[in-house]
């Protein structure tokens, strides 16, 4: 797994319980490398937002932030946000009820022990990453 560079987001992480925190760096792995498989979207910035690790689509404006998290108040959970003014996680729950659980129009939970479903995940991170991009093209 790829090293995190930037140190306020590798305190972040510092901070999750181990089990959860293991899931996350999957998510991150999984962000990194979908962004790079995916045309368009460009570097990934990795930066903080809300005091959580957050990727951003900075160098093409592609797509919308994405946020990995765990929070005290729901220790056996973790979750991938999204901007709640998006249309992506309805999009989500179109295209994966069946194997992705929701939390209103803002993000993807997952419990502790979980497998994350890398397929249906990595789908829905490419959505979030072009996103913008997607939007353009359709008013074009």
Request: with cysteine.
């Amino acid at each position: 797994m790829r090293a995190v560079r930037n140190p306020q987001v590798a305190a972040a992480f510092k901070t999750y319980p181990p089990q959860c925190r293991r899931k996350l760096l999957q998510i991150r792995a999984l962000i990194l490398d979908t962004a790079r498989d995916t045309e368009g979207v460009g570097k990934i910035e990795e930066t903080l937002k809300w005091g959580e690790p957050a990727y951003l689509t900075s160098q093409t404006g592609s797509g919308s932030t994405i946020r990995v998290a765990w929070k005290k108040s729901a220790p056996e959970q973790y979750a991938i946000h999204f901007h709640c003014q998006t249309t992506l996680v309805a999009t989500f729950r179109e295209l994966f009820s069946d194997c992705l659980e929701f939390e209103g129009n803002r993000s993807i939970v997952f419990h502790r022990d979980d497998e994350i479903p890398v397929e249906q995940v990595s789908r829905c991170i490419a959505l979030a990453l072009t996103y913008h991009k997607n939007r353009r093209s359709l008013r074009s």
